[in-house]
């Protein structure tokens, strides 16, 4: 089998050309894959934006209503720090209702991955860090809500900390939330996840898989979550502008290996969202193309 991928084509929504977030990715990625055959029609699902209902599981009408509105006070957008427009709004749902699709197809074949998702920054009232709504968040409660899982773990690899996700489910022991970061990144301020791996700047491939690999397996084992929800964020390369780690490109492959291989061999089904990453569109576009290369081996490996 080769796995279920999710996209929609409103991902891109424009933005003013000078502005630093790179949101043409989400396009050039899904054309990337499958000039490089990791995805073809046959594979992609296009999802419906979130429903209210599911995105109140985690946000506060008042947010999302002003935030969709545009009444959100210039403080509050600026920490959000995209401009918002129509096309925005929609694809800020549309990201959340595509996370939730892949979570639920990830449960029905053993491994799904989004075009998009990782808005980890995301808290109940407020955004931050170009993160609007918590996305792996809602997908988590929903799953829950509807007792399709009991148990949860979020695998935050971005480079950044998960900290919206963290103080989310700080008093939720059924979703369990491991983020290893490096520790001098944004947030400044740090929430507690359920395990935290700080990590120092300049980690090389080989540290940064010896600390994942020593913790992750043993970690999946003792927490047995029925669904991991894995934020691939490549801003951990060395070439990312605001990552401060050194990986490889091979590093993040083989990061993404281990983390789809040590859940697959324990039948975990797991989902994975792109998260971050900050370069030029076309290296950037590669290293987020590494996740979907490891998720078609690892099917094919696993016999999914
Ligand atoms: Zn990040």
């Not at 969709?68 to 918002?84: D, F, H, K, T, Y």
């Not at 009232?125 to 809500?145: K, M, T």
């Not at 061999?265 to 290369?293: C, K, N, Q």
């Not at 099917?299 to 999914?304: E, M």
Request: charged share 20%; glycine share 8%; hydrophobic share 45%.
């Amino acid at each position: 089998m080769r796995p279920p991928l999710v996209y929609h084509r409103d991902y891109s929504a424009p933005l003013p050309s000078q502005h630093r977030f790179p949101m043409a990715k989400f396009q050039l990625l899904h054309d990337r894959l499958l000039q490089l055959d990791l995805a073809s029609a046959a594979q992609l699902h296009s999802p419906l934006p979130a429903p209210r209902r599911w995105l109140e599981l985690v946000h506060q009408r008042s947010y999302h209503q002003a935030y969709s509105r545009g009444e959100l006070s210039a403080a509050e957008q600026r920490r959000i720090g995209l401009p918002v427009s129509a096309a925005l709004v929609r694809r800020s749902w549309l990201a959340v209702g595509g996370t939730v699709l892949t979570a639920r197809l990830a449960l029905e074949h053993g491994i799904a991955c989004h075009l998009a998702g990782g808005t980890h920054h995301a808290f109940p009232a407020y955004g931050s860090g170009f993160c609007i709504f918590n996305d792996c968040a809602v997908a988590a409660r929903v799953l829950l809500a509807e007792a399709r899982v009991r148990r949860v773990m979020v695998v935050d690899l971005d480079v950044h900390q998960g900290d919206g996700t963290a103080a989310i489910f700080q008093q939720e022991p059924r979703v369990f939330c491991f983020s290893a970061h490096c520790a001098s990144n944004f947030p400044l301020r740090k929430q507690i996840s359920d395990l935290d791996l700080p990590l120092a700047d300049g980690l090389c491939d080989d540290e940064y898989l010896a600390a994942i690999g020593n913790v992750l397996p043993d970690l999946l084992s003792a927490v047995q979550p029925d669904l991991v929800l894995y934020n691939a964020g490549v801003d951990p390369h060395r070439g990312d502008l605001l990552g401060r780690l050194c990986l490889s490109s091979t590093g993040l492959l083989n990061r993404d290996r281990l983390v789809l291989d040590a859940c697959l061999r324990r039948g975990i089904a797991i989902a994975t969202v792109i998260g971050g990453g900050y370069d030029a569109l076309a290296p950037l576009v590669e290293r987020h193309s590494l996740v979907f290369r490891a998720a078609s081996e690892q099917a094919r490996l696993h016999g999914l």
